[in-house]
């Protein structure tokens, strides 16, 4: 018998943002745990002393690790023996730039919240970094990490769809349908001020999700868009509420809209897609389901574990059919494959990275100059890499 | 104890259109007949006078009152004392105005399929006719016949939806994803000719009751639009995709599409609108059910026969909740509900008339101007009665 | 060209019960017409003469043949050489056999509502009454009428769900939650009524049905039972709840449940049935829709309107996949087939009948029985024709 | 401000079974790993010390801490003083009595996989050692750790439901619907396998979960049932099928069924339980939400995320609503509670223990006794503590 194959070490992980009261650094401090490939070993979890060190001590950090300076920690931890693997970014948007600089230029793996950056061209500068210095980043546009949506693109990419035709995405949430921002609450406040969360508000916190996954799915970006942005809550800083109209350079057209006012959804994210050949249906709220419907045959519920999915399914999974798995598993998947993708920097990379930022960042800007011409169709730019 | 109350008579009804062959002919039948207060007793079933004949016998119509020209059906009927009280105009679309001119002209109140014209100044002039000869005009927007579109429409109109933000509405269909035309299937052949069909495809004929739901229920019309028409069959001479944005003069938006090349739907009809106070979905494929969302509630799931709806549901159906009822009772109920109309001529119009189908052509025609204008924002018409 | 083919005469309907305030006779009325093979001209609708009377004028029938005693209408009727071709029973439970009884002793036809007696020796006289006699009985299991039901039948016959293995089958209401019975309530009172509605309540209400259409769909019955009945709302005269273990003779096992007390249920009739090969399930309350779920494949979603479904599916329906059809359709499907049964008496039944009621009877003795034996395992009699 | 308050240490998990090639000790090691309370420091991971050594280093266990005698590292973690403080056991069925008495005795706490033992004097046993040795243990019947079975068990205590009248629970797979035991397929192996399983195929496999969480929901246990066991499968050595009808002091009556050969099946486990004044209905494929029918009034879907929930629920989630959960989460609820309870020893139980795993073997036995009986009414022990 061979000799035992230890497992790899786990990789360290550093983390910016995420201190007491946030939501998303949770998430990825789940997400990275799940798979028991990272360890969390440093954070500059909050800009403040005693918060950083106070939420570094309920997770268990080495004091020593725990920073206030996401620079020094950048510095610090590029020097150390033991230094961390690669950040986790799950700050405000206006510093995921800032802080994706200090870590790239200090030559570590990034895993970025998404969205990337706040503008173009600040995700543009990004894209030039991490081919300068030779990292890898990972953008958690986390539904891709969800198995049947790996199936689906499959599925697309084998032509079992046909030519695309229609594509239809949603994103829909309800929690700011109220002007929440003014209660002090955290998450409301910086998603709403435009110096925080960048000049897009529900388009670019939900709105860029059902773009990257339209895009992921379907294997297309749109050529063209023409978009209405809208502020229903008085007195909101950013818009609530976006629709945009697609066409594709293959005559394929969509729909898309986002909204963080619609009364009752919570987290609703769905893309129908239809293809000469057949159509695609996925519903966030249900995601151990597929609906996958042939031409002129019934349609077909598939689901997650079942051994006829195309095989990046059961890669991304990890309980048999009929066991659940969610949102943290999904997430998960971007942790666990990173991992991989930084433990084989030879592979190509098997999340989303810094130019799946650049494009979205792309999106977002090509929408808000649409919607500033009264939803003239305005064309995407083509060369973004 | 009083005398028996007897029935009134059945009204008596003509067909102009629906022979041997036809869809929506049928569909007229059992929907006048199954509530017992229309007997069909003359027709203009087909304008060849064999046709005319064979199909007048399949449905045991008096030879005598089987006739091939509807201006002399119109005549003749006007003139016997036992002549028809309405005719049911279930010819394709350009013969509408015609046949509705003819009958009305002659002093007879009418059933028309939708759309009730192919352009809007045929529309306006069946508007005039009707309030010149005073006749009642049914145009048959079956989808308004539904007790909880109705429960839903009262639901808006006592304002417990609050202040409409958000309109969705679809209708999807994937019966012409395939030139059917070509084959000579008479329905796919006669709507997708300009020339009998009106320059609209699936944008009059499925684009429109999504308008008219929308409007129906919300109980507005929208104030501008953006529209794109596609034509994704090779060959084929109208449009088989719609895409809409709209904007409300109340400040609330919405996005309408259908389409009759989205593989593997039906005849999928939906709207969900979401208000301040609470949002609505209702799916014509399961008509039984409206999911009511109230603000920070749970969602419910109300039926049909539910004590607690509003009162023109009741008013709307036949069997106890969970007994489903369907398109057929649907479409019935708009001949119930003409049936009352005319028998008391003096109470409001209870179902969609002339108006509607002059509204739902000013839809068409600023669709088709928007979409010729590449999407331009376009105002509708404000002026139409 | 060939003479027009007419359509043959309407067949001549008359009623035993169903006056005023009833909730079946409007539904077998309704279901009659649909189709338009069906006139009703004459009815026994009431006991009362003043009721009956009233109830006739209602309905357009002639005064003449108001009758307010079935046993003069057989007889009268059945002198008429315009009188009635079939008699619909529609009575409380406890009136169908002296009614069919009258009736085919008349040399008419009968379509009597289910269940056909309140005991077996009943039925099984009237078994034997239908064969001296040569007429025809439509027992209206009405849902059997439904074309999904008619499709899995075929799908099960054909072998392509393999050997049943697992059938559970329940029937869910809640409307006798409360002692509704207390209160008047026509309906109600009756149907807890031992004298009226015989000694099953819940049972015989709609633990029949359940039990049928599981019957109609696997092709097979139980060999054997054990059941309990229970009684939840105090006072109550009968059982308000059942629950029945199935074992049949090929080995399959089953659960039968049904109950008038189950919060929150309406009318919630649903099959499953597990075979070696595939299963299905059905739920009336979407009846549009069958899964159909092969071994080791993707469960799918078989509509109403599929081309691919067995033929007897769209036999039964009236208009195109996503139209919903509902109950009352399925109701008249029964009477569509039994007036092509009375046209062609040569072709077998198309209909449940006579020995579908005799089996019925025979299981709800034999619940009856092993329920009063503490649910010891009781055989169904195997000679029941 | 306070010095920061750090969190506890992790706890330290041991664990038998759970080597390559096992099923439930992966997920118990997530699960235990997710909510960060849990590190896994020691296994005997195998019998055979070459497997146990490999599955070891996968697991970056200390090799000095990888037994293959459960009996050694009892005594061994015991004795070191960074022993661990609970042991996971994972084996097939009929070990968990000896492994359990092992670590028991040896003063260490326990996680079960359920069934707790194979027959009910063992169980017994083990609550005596229990109580004996003052050790907590832990019984993963893990679907009570899903927010909404907490919700709706919360709901019913409180009354919201009125007294319970009708349970109907069911667990229905299709894995075992081939004799998958023959292809050596090691799942299958030992559960079919009476040695390994113990004398309950199907029915102690997930029969036992069905029986806890109507249990777990309800409140109530039954008093008698009446059960069939069948065995499809020919050559199969334990039942793959299993139907009970329930009994219950209060006067409730139920069905359970459970089959592992439900053709397209995966791990449908739902409950429905009907009160006096609600209903409810939850799905274990669906778990973020749960339908909560109050008489009278529309159905509502309560999901996992809404405030308005017991406060239960949102102590056993992660993720805001809409963001689903699944049974991972679950899974790893009852390690982040069974951690709360090792940590505050004082307080009482939050997690299924030893009296859970003894009611579940008296009624594995209590089913036994009856099927045995041709399904006569048998009382479930009353005294079990």
């Known amino acids: 018998m061979n000799a035992p194959l230890s497992a790899p070490r786990r990789l360290r992980l550093g983390m910016v943002g ?14 990275a745990r799940l798979d028991d490939d990272w360890e ?37 931890e590029a020097a150390r023996p033991d230094g961390i693997d690669a950040v986790a970014i799950v700050t405000p948007n206006h510093l995921h730039f800032p802080v994706a600089c200090a870590f790239i230029e200090a030559g570590l793996h ?18 030039a970094l991490v081919r300068q ?20 693109r499959a ?22 349908a109220q002007p929440l921002e003014d209660s002090g609450q955290k998450q409301a406040a910086w998603r709403t001020d435009p110096a925080q969360a960048g000049p897009a508000g529900c388009l670019g916190d939900v709105g860029t999700h ?30 609530d509420h976006v629709q945009v109209q697609l066409r594709y350079a293959s005559g394929a057209r969509g729909l898309l809209w986002a909204s963080q006012v619609a009364t009752g959804e919570e987290n609703h994210l769905r893309l129908r897609v239809y293809g000469t050949k057949a159509a695609l249906h996925w519903d966030q709220e249900s995601p151990n389901e597929l609906t996958w419907h042939p031409a002129g ?13 195309p095989a990046v399914a059961a890669a991304a999974t990890r309980t048999p059919g009929g066991h659940p798995e969610g949102y943290l598993e999904a997430f998960a998947q971007l942790y666990r494959d990173f991992a991989g993708d930084l433990r084989d920097l030879a592979r190509p990379a098997s999340v989303p990275g810094v130019d799946d930022g650049v494009r979205s960042l792309a ?16 064309d995407l730019p083509s060369e973004l890499s």
Not at 113 to 126: E, G, I, R, S, V
Not at 222 to 238: D, M
Request: charged share 20%.
């Open 18 to 31: 995420g201190g007491q009261g946030a939501f998303i650094g949770a998430v990825h401090r789940i997400a």
């Open 40 to 76: 969390l070993v440093a954070g500059a979890l909050s800009s403040d002393p005693e918060r950083a060190r106070a939420s570094g001590a309920e997770l268990r950090i080495d004091p020593a690790r725990c920073y206030s300076d996401f620079r020094e920690m950048a510095r610090a």
């Open 110 to 127: 990034v895993v970025c919240d998404k969205p990337l950056t706040t503008n173009l061209a600040d995700a543009q500068h990004l894209q």
């Open 133 to 152: 210095h030779g990292v890898r980043l990972c953008l958690t546009h986390n539904y891709s990490g969800y198995p049947l949506v790996r199936a689906a």
């Open 155 to 176: 599925l697309v990419a084998a032509g079992e769809l046909g030519d695309v035709r229609i594509v239809q995405v949603e994103y829909a949430q309800d929690w700011l």
């Open 210 to 239: 059902a773009a990257q996954l339209a895009e992921f799915i379907t294997g297309q970006s749109p050529q063209q868009l023409s978009a209405e942005l809208t502020t229903f809550v008085p007195g909101r800083r950013v818009d």
């Open 297 to 309: 045959q019934p349609a077909q519920r598939l689901t997650r574990g079942m051994a006829s999915l």
């Open 363 to 378: 999106f977002v800007e090509t929408v808000l100059a649409s919607a500033s011409r009264d939803g003239a169709w305005t």
